[in-house]
């Protein structure tokens, strides 16, 4: 079973407030993403790191910042929050000395709502 | 440019029946081809996962084909049950270098009916 944690699950936050997102993964593994989800939609990739130090943008354009200053959490951050950053923000990791790096597992989830 | 496009959008099957589920892609140098189920609230997991030097994948009541010319993979989950209802999304990756990143497909929502 995938060990990878994702708090807070749910936040509710009014616009203009900073939030952070927190992943932490204790598999040892040196790839980490955030997707983006809307209810029942697709997922979109909108930032990756290949290990300490090493973020790249997604496919899909963001607001949000990220940082990898340890193999095994990468938070992500809203510097002013709006109502277009609702969504479900789902991190994920693959890779590392006994993983495969093209199987991705993903945490439970964080779903934002801006108000 | 949607490089994996799936289908169909939701599926109604009845208890016992086959739920079949299509995806087709564009981008040749793929080399992994994942499915991934979502139950509502929770991440993805992913369930099934084929490689192109291999036409068919099978692991209990999930099996992948896969037809590399037609660019076209799909799952087939047999003797469905109530319990498989969820969201299924495929997906697909190349790696080498700094890639492994996956390209999902819209999703799938598949109601099995008891």
């Known amino acids: 079973e995938a060990d990878i944690y994702q708090t807070p699950r749910y936040l509710v936050i009014g616009t203009g407030k900073k939030i952070t997102l927190e992943c932490s993964q204790t598999?040892?593994?040196?790839?980490m993403y955030w997707y983006q989800q809307d209810p029942g939609m697709e997922l979109h990739l909108i930032h990756y790191s290949y290990g300490v130090n090493s973020t790249e943008k997604g496919d899909l354009s963001s607001e949000s910042t990220v940082s990898r200053i340890r193999t095994e959490h990468f938070p992500l951050t809203l510097e002013s929050a709006r109502p277009s950053h609702t969504s479900q923000y789902l991190c994920?990791?693959?890779?590392?000395?006994?993983?495969?790096?093209?199987?991705?597992?993903f945490g439970p989830g964080t779903r934002l709502t801006v108000t | 440019q949607q490089q994996v496009k799936q289908s169909p959008q939701s599926l109604i099957v009845q208890k016992g029946g086959i739920s079949i589920i299509n995806c087709a892609y564009e981008n040749t140098a793929f080399d992994y081809f994942p499915w991934y189920q979502q139950f509502p609230g929770k991440g993805p997991a992913l369930l099934i996962a084929i490689r192109p030097d291999v036409s068919e994948k099978k692991e209990g009541r999930f099996t992948i084909s896969f037809n590399k010319s037609a660019k076209q993979f799909s799952l087939h989950i047999m003797d469905s049950q109530p319990g498989d209802s969820a969201t299924y999304f495929c997906?697909?990756?190349?790696?080498?270098?700094?890639?492994?990143?996956?390209?999902f497909g819209k999703g799938t929502l598949l109601t099995v009916n008891p």
């Open positions: 997906a697909a990756s190349k790696g080498g270098g700094s890639n492994y990143k996956l390209t």
């Open positions: 598999m040892g593994h040196d790839k």
């Open positions: 994920a990791s693959s890779g590392g000395s006994l993983g495969s790096s093209y199987e991705q597992y």
